[in-house]
């Protein structure tokens, strides 16, 4: 058996150095933060702001099938976003060594994660039948979004 000396303190555990991705399926596990804020919009993908500080923002997005964003970063913020419910298709695109340009497909059920960092250009899309929830956590530099087209020869461009 272990024993704990009594002068031992428990610290809180500090926020900001907790993985978005910890913080993420927090949040999406936890419906009653965020069930009041949720919409589904037919003409563009629905977003909610949760909660913000000076750390970081955390935003409910909502899905339907065929919405997706364009490509884009997000700027110099890092981050992570869960997928709540449905499915959610990201494709990253970036320059491989030797300059060529390469798109990475991931498939992301409830429950799967990505993360990503300044400069990580991606979109997102719902190409399932039924709607998607997902929360995402923006570290450092709000939830800016850069707009990129793909050059197929170079890979992700800034407009």
Do not use: C
């Not at 992570?80 to 991931?106: C, I, Q, W, Y």
């Not at 929830?133 to 800034?158: F, Q, T």
């Amino acid at each position: 058996m272990f024993a704990v000396p009594d002068n031992t303190l428990l610290r809180p555990e500090n926020p900001a150095l907790r993985h978005p991705v910890r913080v993420a399926l927090e949040v999406a596990a936890d419906r009653d933060r965020w069930k009041h804020l949720l919409r589904y919009d037919p003409d563009e993908r629905f977003a909610a702001l949760v909660e913000k500080d000076e750390r970081q923002e955390i935003w409910l997005m909502s899905w339907l099938p065929g919405q997706h964003t364009d490509l884009h970063d997000h700027a110099f913020a890092s981050g992570a976003f869960t997928v709540v419910s449905g499915h959610l298709t990201e494709a990253v695109a970036r320059r491989a060594p030797g300059g060529r340009a390469v798109t990475e497909l991931h498939a992301l059920a409830a429950g799967q994660s990505r993360v990503f960092g300044p400069g990580y250009v991606h979109e997102v899309r719902n190409d399932g039948p039924d709607p998607a929830i997902s929360v995402h956590v923006y570290r450092d530099a709000g939830r800016a979004m850069r707009p990129y087209h793909l050059d197929p020869l170079g890979g992700p461009v800034l407009d």
